[in-house]
């Protein structure tokens, strides 16, 4: 029985490593190919193709990338409690090839797109089975994107023991290479897949990225004898639930002056805490009667939804203190969204020539965030994590936390330098007579916009990575799969605001003349950095409230389990605060 343990064991140490990552990685680069490939200038196609007004097409794809970013905690709940990671990023990977398959056929069938327009004839709009065919396959889109996206960052993590102090470091790295090798394959997308579809047309703009798609699965899978793969420990979502469930039932007790006696059970907790055990908190103290003994609880045999361990009970803690961290990043992302929106639309309308037969394309713009952001991820890597190490005497330099800080103030000076940037196209075209043309290109360089997009790179470099950093190491780790679909929830609601405050804007703006900040047929008419500054105005509030939430949270208690060898195989043993 003992061989047998150390067996397994050695096992599951060959398993994992720096080895699996070309397979995890290109499966990244292939679904980076897919989704960003289509997205990013996917409001051209909706506006030059199916014909469809600003405001609604920009509403539109703003709703496909909130709808994409809810679609997670679907994925991570299943992933979680039933399929675990691999399975989970297989099938979802399936679906989004489903979903690519069905926007190349519209692309290319005439019969699902309106007819060209002619002459000075106003365009016909897309007709409602049109809309529905397109509508169907970005929701395939979004259901695979959903399932793959909280679990392929995790399962990553997963590969490396974090109880190896060797290993720990590594895992840390693994989030920036991670994001450096998705910013990679977008920079790709935002380039060679944009200049595809604005040159060689839609068709082959999509068919690329879904031959892509197809190349990556294949070597996702055949990775499969390679990884680390833990297994499902039940729904997380339902130990939430039973522990508000007992704290409530027990609402009348007192207060429990001793922690030590609450109820404790390593045998009940051992399969949701592998890594370590979650100890006491002094917050949230209501929950602490979910774990009070009554004379009517059986210690011996719990029932879950009267009777919850500490480590149980510190879950939810934990997840209720993620809270309003993670709520502070909506209106980051609500700031970026623009980007591939009213920013597009400003590239569109400027001179974009680079030498006197190439044009940039306008969703290629964004090559100046991806950019900035891989610049960022190598000189944060190489050169700030070891000079503030010396400072801080942290392994990562600086803590998440400050990091998403910084970020949050980046993000505010790329949405203050948009607006003032807007003013200065607008007076350009005032100069040559164009105000009144929105059509014409505008005698002023498109790389006046190059600013505020390396600004937003900048900013995603430390948001981003700093926001996946912290859910994957605040979250209880039997949720962790639920903790990377928190971060794209966040970005689900930062879109969803978007819709909403520009379908606010675009009604309240309007004049009796007519007139409105976001007019649908002449920006140059509009009054697009009032937008920027309301926008920067809610970022300001937004850091302030972050400065606070971040200095009163306590961090995930962690007692950490070393490993030695027994006659019976393995014995967990020692205790460590992480």
Known sequence: MATMKKKDLNVERKQGGLITMPFIFGNEVGEKLAVVGFSTNMISYLTGQLHLPMTKAANTLTNFGGTGALTPLLGAFISDAFAGRFWTITIASVLLQLGMISLTISAILPS??????????????????????????????????????????????????????????????????????????????????????????????????????FVSIVAFVFGYPLYRKLDPAGSPFTRLVQVSAAAYRKRKLGRVSDPSKLYENEILDAAISVGGKLVHTDSIKFLDKAAVVTEDDDPKAPNPWRL??????????SVIRMGPIWAAGIITITAAAQQ???????????????????????????????????????????????????????????????????????????????????????????????????????PISVFWLAPQYCLHGVAEAFTSIGHLEFFYDQAPESMRSTAPALFW??????????????????????????????????????????????????????????????????????????????????????????
């Not at 409230?545 to 200095?551: F, G, H, L, R, V």
């Not at 060898?565 to 014995?571: A, L, M, P, S, Y």
């Open 489 to 578: 929830l966040s970005i689900s609601a930062g879109s969803y605001t978007s819709t909403l405050l520009i379908t606010v804007v675009h009604k309240y703006s309007a004049g009796p003349d007519g007139s409105n900040w976001l007019p649908d047929d002449n920006l140059n008419r509009g009054k697009l950095e009032y937008l920027y500054w309301l926008i920067t105005l809610l970022q300001f509030f937004n850091l302030i409230y972050y400065i606070i939430c971040a200095k009163m949270y306590t961090y995930k208690p962690l007692e950490l389990r070393k490993e030695k060898d027994t006659q019976d195989g393995v014995e967990l043993v020692g205790n460590a605060n992480a």
């Open 308 to 317: 919850s361990s500490v480590h149980r009970v510190e879950e939810l803690k």
């Open 112 to 213: 699902l797109r309106p007819p060209a327009c002619k002459g000075g004839a106003a365009c016909k709009e897309a007709d409602s089975g049109q809309l529905a065919f397109l509508y169907v396959s970005l929701l395939l889109s979004a259901l695979g994107s959903g399932g793959y996206r909280p679990c392929i960052v995790s399962f990553g993590a997963d590969q490396f023991d974090e109880n190896d102090p060797r290993q720990k470091v590594t895992t840390w790295k693994f989030f920036n290479w991670y994001y450096f090798c998705m910013g990679a394959s977008i920079l790709v997308a935002n380039t060679v897949i944009v200049y595809i579809q604005d040159n060689a047309g839609w068709g082959w703009g999509l068919a690329v990225p879904t031959f892509a798609m």
């Open 340 to 442: 591939n929106t009213f920013s597009l639309q400003q590239a569109r309308s400027m001179d974009r020539h680079l030498g006197p037969k190439f044009q940039i394309p306008p969703a290629s713009m964004s090559v100046f965030t991806q950019t900035s952001m891989l610049a960022t991820i190598v000189f944060y890597d190489r050169v700030f994590v070891p000079a503030s190490r010396k400072l801080t005497g942290l392994d990562r330099g600086v803590t998440f936390l400050a990091r998403i800080g910084i970020g949050f103030g980046i993000s505010l000076l790329a949405t203050l330098a948009a607006g003032f940037v807007e003013i200065r196209r607008k007076e350009a075209a005032a100069a040559h007579g164009l105000t009144d043309h929105g059509a014409a290109a505008i």
